[in-house]
DNA sequence: ACAAAAGTGTTGGAACTACACCCATGC
DNA sequence: GCATGGGTGTAGTTCCAACACTTTTGT
């Protein structure tokens, strides 16, 4: 019998990488009892003596080089009792973004998946998976949250591809990069990348001008008055 | 001896109600130890057979009358292992929001407190009621979330107080009115208030046209192309 | 020259801020 | 009338989407 009311937390990272055309989350294959075969997202238990941060960051060095992750922030806690098999577990998710051109090494039982054809996963992970790529997808919208799938160095054209495939739907490079320098969260290195066995004329190249996540459209009406920043 | 990495989960609620000054929370003193006197926030165990959510609905049930709470959501998880004494407590926070108008029961032990001048709290509830107060100015931003602060009619001098509290500055009423009607998040009664003994205009009155969050300010760039909705 | 890829100019419209002005009430 | 609180008109600005056009490359 249990000690009553003590419950065993795990913590579980989300990471997301955006390919081509789809985004991709990093999954490890179950060897064992329960759902033994299927894949899930990595993670495992809250030490004594480590936060749920410090946590995840622990089980995420297990399956990835941890330099190769540029964000991270949590998502959400998942608690339904019937979550998985007895006995019950509740899990703090995080949300992990590598930056497109990051191919780190990973354990023999872990892959990449695309989002959009995951396999069978394990207990509720398909569920925080795409609570993650919700969130993603909302912060694109009025964050800087770009830099983290993005290279260091990159063209519109890639970046534009970065975001079409985490909104899953066409963005204009022409209004993308006028809307992103606009606001400060794009600058232009004055390089330029050469051009395609086809030609065209070579891609500028930026960076974002920050690598830490910062709101960047915020409601004018409720800033604060007199003194800009 | 525990059983090893079991971990008491609970869940805490920071309450919020803006008054026409400074945001207030709902606290209780702690008759007992740790931490005897303190003032705590509304929460305690998860119990077995609910989620995170419904068990922090049911804690505060025990503090306030539920249906006067107009907004829950949640906050973040606070694991730090050294965030109370021993035994180690890992804590789900949730915000809940209460509009001005409604000033519900509480038992003896219980009262509303200025945010920006909390009497001495127990644990880390001074920081996690920060955390909250933090997350409702980032979404009166960018979200319709003021429904849950304001009464069922109101007018934009209420709102306007109401938004200023919550943000700590001024707040143009002309510009709240405008954006806000312009966005659909209001909507005009037809109705108008008595004019205060002083005389004055008297004042149109208005009501959200939704009272579910919903995000109101996207950045438009990044929607769908082709159909509107 | 031509195709391909990238970037710029431009136009029409929507959203926003600030400020002046007008309206409806109590005294 | 006048003070008070509330609402509207409007000008100037910025922001934005769409699309045509130009630039720079490879073949």
């Known amino acids: 019998m249990e000690a009553e009311g003590l419950i065993a937390h795990d913590v ?77 577990r509740v899990a703090t998710a995080f949300l992990g973004l590598v930056p497109s051109d990051a191919d780190p090494a990973v354990p023999d039982d872990t892959a990449w998946h695309r989002v959009d054809a995951l396999p069978e996963t394990a207990f509720d992970h398909g569920e925080i998976t795409r609570a993650g790529l919700e969130r993603l997808r909302a912060k694109l919208s009025y964050t800087n949250i770009g830099f983290a799938l993005a290279p260091e160095v990159f063209s519109i054209s890639e970046l534009r591809g970065l975001y079409a495939a985490a909104l899953g739907h066409r963005v204009s490079a022409t209004n993308l990069q006028r809307v992103l320098t606009r606001r400060g969260v794009l600058v232009p290195t004055g390089s330029t990348a050469a051009p395609g066995p086809s030609g065209g004329r070579p891609a500028a190249l930026f960076r974002f001008s920050e690598r830490h996540l910062r709101v960047t459209d915020p409601f004018a009406t409720l800033r604060p008055p007199e003194r800009d920043c």
């Open 12 to 88: 579980l990272a989300v990471v997301l990488r955006m390919a081509p055309s789809s985004p991709e989350v990093l999954l490890w294959q179950r060897a064992r009892e329960p759902h033994t075969g299927r894949w899930a997202l990595p993670g495992g238990r809250l030490g004594a003596t480590e936060d749920v941060e410090a946590s995840v960051r622990r089980h995420l060095a297990e399956k990835v080089d941890l330099g190769e992750v540029a964000h991270v922030e949590q998502l959400s806690v998942f608690s339904d009792p019937h979550r998985g098999p007895a006995p019950r």
